[in-house]
């Protein structure tokens, strides 16, 4: 059996060993249009009694994501659900835990309307942004068509996609640097390989890419018993899948887990050991690995230093 385990694993070892990209050092996106969904971004005239933004739950310049295990939206409601990073989110395949989202701009959308965080509606935000004389020139100069709900979570998007964070230590070991990892985390890159970490964890954003079972090895006890992709398709067999998190600048987004059930990193990687892995890992791995992940933080996004 444990032979079995070691052979499959090391052929995923050789397939996947490439299997990591590099974030590309610059992504193409449209200025103008960025600077606007900067604003809006940042802008708490967009929820229901202007009190909460974007930014509130998840927090820039810094990790994206919000630090408390569920976020608190308008009168102090309570999600249910762990808020994970805008960092990178253009990456993923689709949004959101469970998918129901097919990209930025209709992720946008969502959160403005929902009861639990903005509480207001697409058309009062697009009736609030209308009211602002520099948003309105803004939107005229950005878009043919002008202040539209669609030009309007478009411009969010555009926003979204310049929060792209390159440079990491590990990318710049992708690129032939080899000093760019020390000793023990270029160990725990071997671990997260051998282990099949890799196997689900993979491409550009080191996750993003597809949905897996949470709870593969062992069945898993969410806080609040989400059932993930199986809210959307109503398929029984997409019951607790889950979209695999992005492990990019993973250090800076505690707690984890989509029911921030993992307060630290090291609790994070502990439970994908048991639950995805099958496997009690010795304390010495899981510190390697740790340090390989800690390997995944890049560089701030520079549009949120542009004084713009
Ligand atoms: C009250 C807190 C809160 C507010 C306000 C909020 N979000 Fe979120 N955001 C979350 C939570 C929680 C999730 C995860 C929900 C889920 O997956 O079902 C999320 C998910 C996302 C995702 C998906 C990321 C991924 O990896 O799947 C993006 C992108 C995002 N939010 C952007 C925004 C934008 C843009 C706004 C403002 C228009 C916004 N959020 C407002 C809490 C919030
Ligand atoms: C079978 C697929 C699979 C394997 C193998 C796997 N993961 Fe995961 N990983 C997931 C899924 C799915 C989630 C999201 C779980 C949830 O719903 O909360 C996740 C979540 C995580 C998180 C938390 C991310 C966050 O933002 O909350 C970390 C850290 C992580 N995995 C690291 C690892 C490591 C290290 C290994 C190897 C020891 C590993 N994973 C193996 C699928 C996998």
């Known amino acids: 059996m444990l032979k079995v385990i ?27 249009r960025a600077s606007l969904g900067k ?15 974007c930014a509130s739950c998840h927090h820039l310049p810094g990790s994206g994501a919000d630090v408390t295990p569920f976020s608190f939206g308008v009168n ?9 990073t805008v960092l990178n989110s253009a990456f993923n395949f689709v949004q959101f835990w469970d998918g129901r989202a097919k990209n930025l701009q209709d992720q946008a959308k969502q959160p403005i309307s929902n009861p639990l965080e903005m509480a207001s509606s697409l058309p009062a935000a697009l009736a609030y942004v209308k009211t602002n004389p520099a948003y309105l020139q803004a939107f005229n100069a ?20 310049a929060l792209y964070t390159p440079n990491a230590p590990f990318d710049k070991y992708l690129r032939g640097d080899k000093t760019a990892l020390n000793k023990e985390e270029k160990e725990g890159y071997t671990l997260f390989n051998e282990y099949g970490c890799i196997s689900c964890h ?20 969410s806080k609040k018993d989400n059932l993930g992709r199986f809210n959307v398709t109503k398929k029984e ?10 492990l990019r600048n993973i250090a800076l987004t505690p707690p984890y887990l989509h029911d921030g059930s993992a307060v630290t990193l090291k609790e994070a990687i ?20 740790e340090a390989f992940l800690k390997t995944l933080t890049g560089d701030s996004p520079s549009i949120l230093d542009e004084s713009q």
């Open 6 to 32: 070691i052979i499959s694993m090391s052929i995923n070892f050789l397939l996947l060993a490439e299997a990591i990209l590099p974030i590309p050092l610059e992504v193409k996106y449209d200025k103008k």
């Open 39 to 53: 604003k809006l971004f940042f802008d708490s005239g967009l929820s229901k009694d202007g009190s909460i933004s």
């Open 76 to 84: 102090g409601t309570e999600g249910g659900i762990h808020s994970p």
């Open 142 to 161: 950005s878009y043919e068509e002008g202040l539209t709900e669609e030009s309007l979570v478009d411009a969010i998007a555009e926003f979204e996609k």
């Open 202 to 221: 993979n491409g550009i954003n080191i996750g993003g890419n597809m949905y897996q079972l949470f709870g593969a090895l062992r069945l898993y006890q």
């Open 237 to 246: 067999s997409d019951k607790y899948f889950f979209k695999v998190p992005s």
């Open 270 to 289: 502990t439970k994908m050991m048991e639950y995805q892995v099958g496997m009690i890992a010795n304390a010495e791995d899981i510190d390697k690995i």
